[in-house]
């Protein structure tokens, strides 16, 4: 805020004078309309560049059409100004005019564009992109062509970008989930994941950003594993010789600031990109309440109790992040890139929880059968550090590219958390208090990748590629227990508390993509095959290891209705891996009343989705509505059950226990809708929302379970902007 207020001030000191020696000048209008030279029919949503004829490059002014081909607009001076136009279909074109101090209003009539199946070699190409494109796959803004992204963090970007939404509480969602990745020039970045994104992104000036790709149906290229959608950031190159660079800084009234620097140049065939930034996040005090009944309590001897807890929590700590990009071009046709991602953090979490168990229906009568309080407080560093290196070959046929990627991903989580108990009543775990543990944890990943794109015939484009990742994760957790007869805090690890688990992925994907006038069909195979080990080293009998092998098809069909307004067929599957907690079959008994244990036998659950996709995008009112269905034949879920084990099974010492563990069930079925609005009826006012309705059905005739379910969310805002001369 206080950042704002500043530039608030600079920017009254900047145009007062200049609002005063102009006071009395009006402005300069000029109107006209866009057509087909040939058919003489309007060319709806094209985008107009003004510049002056002495300075065609630099933009002064950029919108767009209205849906009849219609535009009128107003410029401050008198000159003689140069306006291009460009649409999807049509070839650019320039119209040359005149402003005069003696017309203060100018019709410029009927403005001709040809399809771009002709050649007109007299015109003039001075056009830039239009804003927003629409493509079989994907939705691509143009940061380059938005003069906003000019002054504008990245953040504050992302509101502009279809399907992108970002609450008041800077939170992104894509298409109204938290389901998605963001990518980084095609590439997944630890630097943009969870909830370091928006911090980043506020620091990160828009100029630096070339595009923002929003890809709702992943194709066969991205991997197949658990995204329901991809945010890829394309950064900008520095093509012209020189230098560029901004500081910033940000306070907030919770006690958070932060600050950070961005440096871009080029020197000769050298290009080369940084971005440095601090932040102090200081969260208030998050509340929770929760109640849980159960109708057959062991704890109450088999009658129904309700337990309710209570608590809060909150988070403070710095970090600091950072990342560097530089490029080689060996020549026209070969190109090698360097990129090194930085994240480091400290935090400090405080909790607390008041539970109580009561008998149901009894809860002010009784006595309680446990309750207690726990404070807890933990303190951990965190962090990640990306490495990457990627070479670039192009041939003489144009699209045609060969890239060659190696990546290099290393993630250090460590934590040490205190927990002690106070007010204890009856509670059976209260021996296993004050408790204090260690953990040592990271994550290593090294990513190796070939893509080959190349243009077939007229208009298809053929891509594949292949794609190796080696995962190694390890934890090493050290859980003492204070013994308040010793005086002494005693060894309780666990069997699992210190393990390796290593992944090798292979895949390989081949892709076809054809545009046939207004139809566009993109389809693709992608397979994968994964081996997992895991190895435990306080017991290695515990050691498992399993391989899974899964084919991945997808397919889209796009039919555009006009150069605004596009259907979406599509159809994809999804895979979702089980985690090494869902594989490990550990018996976790430190709660006796309810265990749990994994199963190494899982598969992969295979999610199947079919979407339907319309969506218009004009200057001032967009929509983007989709139906989609999803079917899962084998879903992981859990489930819980009464132990009652043969009296020959080990595990049969917990006969009587809740067993809690998960297993291929069932089928589920989900028909899901989404809708997302944004109408701007003046350049100073927006309203736009985002909302959805699910229907899930979960069904296991073998364990003769059923539950169906219906979860809805809506989002909705505006937003004001208060003159420049305010």
Same mark, same amino acid.
């Given at each position: ?32 309309? #866009?057509?087909? /030279? ?5 060319? %709806? ?27 009128t607009t107003t410029l401050k001076q008198p000159g003689t100004y140069i306006m291009s136009m460009q649409s999807l279909g049509k070839l650019p074109a320039v119209k040359r005019f005149t402003l005069s101090e003696g017309k203060k209003s100018l019709n410029l009539g009927k403005l001709f564009m040809n399809d771009d199946t002709q050649q007109i070699n007299e015109v003039t190409v001075v056009a830039q992109k239009p804003l927003v494109t629409v493509e079989v796959d994907k939705i691509t803004y143009s940061l380059d062509d938005d003069p906003e992204a000019k002054t504008n963090n990245a953040l504050e970007m992302f509101r502009k970008v279809p399907m992108i939404t970002v609450d008041g509480e800077d939170k992104i ?28 992104? $506020? /620091?990160? %000036? ?7 790709? #929003? ?45 950070? +620097? ?21 969260? %208030?005090?998050? =509340? ?8 057959? =309590? ?20 710095? *970090? ?16 090698? /890139? ?32 446990? !309750? ?32 060659v990627s190696y990546r290099f991903s290393q993630s250090p989580n460590d934590s040490e958390s205190n927990t002690e108990l106070s007010d204890v009543v009856n509670y059976y775990l209260s021996n296993e208090y004050p408790k204090w543990n260690i953990n040592d944890a990271s994550t290593i990943e090294h990513t190796g990748q070939i893509d080959y794109t190349t243009p077939l015939f007229n208009k298809q484009t053929l891509e594949a590629g292949v794609k190796y990742i080696n ?47 207004? *139809? ?10 994964? /081996?997992? !080990? ?63 244990? +994994? ?32 079917? #899962? ?12 084990? %043969? ?37 100073? *006012? ?7 309705? =699910?229907?899930?059905?979960? !069904? ?5 379970? $059923?539950?169906?379910?219906?979860? +809805? ?14």
């Amino acid at each position: 805020m206080k950042e704002k207020l500043l530039y608030l001030v600079l920017v009254l000191m900047m145009t007062v004078p200049l609002c005063a020696q102009n006071q009395n000048a009006a402005d300069y209008t000029i109107k006209g309309q #866009v057509v087909d /030279s040939l058919s003489n029919e309007t060319v %709806p949503y094209a985008t107009l560049s003004i510049a002056l004829a002495n300075a065609p490059q630099k933009a002064i002014k950029l919108l767009a059409c209205d849906d009849d081909g219609k535009f009128t607009t107003t410029l401050k001076q008198p000159g003689t100004y140069i306006m291009s136009m460009q649409s999807l279909g049509k070839l650019p074109a320039v119209k040359r005019f005149t402003l005069s101090e003696g017309k203060k209003s100018l019709n410029l009539g009927k403005l001709f564009m040809n399809d771009d199946t002709q050649q007109i070699n007299e015109v003039t190409v001075v056009a830039q992109k239009p804003l927003v494109t629409v493509e079989v796959d994907k939705i691509t803004y143009s940061l380059d062509d938005d003069p906003e992204a000019k002054t504008n963090n990245a953040l504050e970007m992302f509101r502009k970008v279809p399907m992108i939404t970002v609450d008041g509480e800077d939170k992104i969602q894509l298409k109204g989930s938290s389901n998605y990745k963001i990518y980084m020039n095609g590439k997944p970045s630890n630097l943009l994941s969870g909830e370091n994104a928006s911090d980043v992104l $506020k /620091s990160m %000036p828009a100029s630096s950003i070339k595009n923002i790709e #929003v890809i709702t149906d992943p194709g066969s290229k991205y991997d197949a594993e658990g995204v329901g959608g991809i945010i890829n950031i394309i950064t900008s190159k520095n093509a012209m010789q020189g230098y560029t660079g901004t500081v910033r800084a940000n306070a907030s009234t919770l006690g958070s600031f932060g600050g950070g +620097g961005y440096v871009s140049l080029k020197v000769g065939n050298l290009g080369l990109t940084a971005n440095y930034g601090y932040n102090n996040r200081n969260s %208030p005090w998050n =509340d929770s309440h929760s109640e849980r009944e159960t109708d057959e =309590d062991r704890l109450a001897e088999g009658r129904p109790t309700k337990l309710i807890e209570d608590g809060r929590s909150k988070y403070k700590g710095p *970090f600091q992040y950072g990342y560097l990009e530089a490029s080689y071009e060996i020549d026209t046709l070969n190109l090698i /890139s360097v990129g090194a991602n930085l994240f480091r953090g400290k935090s400090k979490n405080l909790s607390e929880l008041d539970a109580v168990l009561n008998p149901l229906g009894d809860e002010f009568n009784s006595s309680p059968i446990y !309750k207690f309080h726990r404070n807890s407080v933990s303190e951990g560093t965190f962090g990640s550090t990306d490495l990457n290196v990627d070479y670039q070959h192009s041939t003489s046929k144009k699209d045609e590219l060969l890239t060659v990627s190696y990546r290099f991903s290393q993630s250090p989580n460590d934590s040490e958390s205190n927990t002690e108990l106070s007010d204890v009543v009856n509670y059976y775990l209260s021996n296993e208090y004050p408790k204090w543990n260690i953990n040592d944890a990271s994550t290593i990943e090294h990513t190796g990748q070939i893509d080959y794109t190349t243009p077939l015939f007229n208009k298809q484009t053929l891509e594949a590629g292949v794609k190796y990742i080696n995962r190694q994760n390890k934890s090493n957790t050290l859980e003492q227990i204070y013994n308040d007869s010793t005086k002494m805090w005693e060894d309780h690890s666990r069997d699992n508390s210190q393990f390796r688990h290593t992944q090798h992925i292979y895949s390989a994907y081949l892709g076809y993509l054809i545009r046939l006038n207004k *139809f566009g069909i993109k389809a693709g195979v992608r397979a994968e095959g994964t /081996s997992l !080990k895991a190895e435990f080293a306080r017991k290695p009998d515990m050691d498992f290891s399993t391989n899974y092998f899964d084919v991945v098809p997808n397919a889209t069909l796009t039919y555009q209705i006009d150069m605004s307004t596009q259907i979406r067929l599509g159809y994809n599957m999804r895979i979702q891996r089980p985690g090494i907690w869902y594989l490990n079959p550990y018996i976790n008994d430190v709660d006796p009343q309810n265990i749990s244990q +994994g199963n190494p036998n899982l598969d992969s659950e295979k999610s199947n989705n079919v979407n339907l996709n319309f969506s218009k995008f004009t200057q001032k009112f967009s929509i983007n509505a989709s139906l989609s269905y999803t079917f #899962v034949n084998n879903p992981i879920e859990r489930y819980s059950f009464t132990a009652d084990f %043969p009296v020959d099974d080990p595990r049969s010492q917990y006969n009587g226990a809740m067993w809690n563990t998960y297993d291929n069930i069932g089928k589920k079925q989900q028909v899901g809708m989404f809708l997302y609005g944004n109408w701007s009826p003046t350049t100073w *006012f927006r309203i736009y929302m985002n909302g959805g309705l =699910d229907y899930t059905d979960l !069904k296991a005739p073998t364990l003769d379970l $059923k539950k169906d379910c219906v979860s +809805g969310r809506v989002f909705a805002g505006t937003q004001f902007t208060l003159p420049k001369d305010f």
